[in-house]
């Protein structure tokens, strides 16, 4: 059903957890894994920063599954809107099966004020997607 899966990554334990259930995922069902991280800005060294760290996750799912790595620019003028926008159009572009997101858990007037890239995700995206909680 599954067969390919997206998992939008950052510097978070919960992104490490939505890594860890997107690959377990793509095994279960003999999918391809593709793990996308966006940056927001065109300085070299977060471009770098963000290479290190799609690198990073490729090696921590190891052998045995098909894993592409895609670093995504988004525009740094619209915030935590450029990075929605950058990954829901990578989801379109792949044609996604599912996207696997970390989640803040924020509650309350945090999450009024700052919102989450993940519930912007939901209404943006015609894939499913798993929300990862923090444990």
């Not at 995700?121 to 909680?133: M, P, T």
Request: hydrophobic fraction near 45%.
């Amino acid at each position: 059903m599954f067969k390919k899966v997206m998992v939008a990554i950052d510097e978070s334990e919960t992104s490490r957890e939505a890594l860890k259930e997107a690959q377990n995922i793509a095994a279960s069902y003999h999918g391809t894994l593709r793990i996308v991280y966006a940056v927001t800005d065109s300085d070299d060294a977060d471009r770098q920063a963000g290479l290190k760290l799609l690198e990073h996750a490729k090696s921590a799912v190891g052998d045995g599954l098909e894993v592409e790595t895609r670093l995504l620019q988004a525009e740094a003028d619209y915030g935590l809107n450029g990075i929605t926008e950058a990954v829901a159009s990578a989801v379109k572009e792949w044609g996604a099966d599912l996207l696997v997101v970390g989640t803040a858990n924020r509650r309350g007037l945090e999450r009024l004020v700052i919102g989450s890239v993940a519930e912007q995700l939901v209404a943006k995206v015609d894939a499913s997607i798993l929300l990862v909680r923090p444990r």
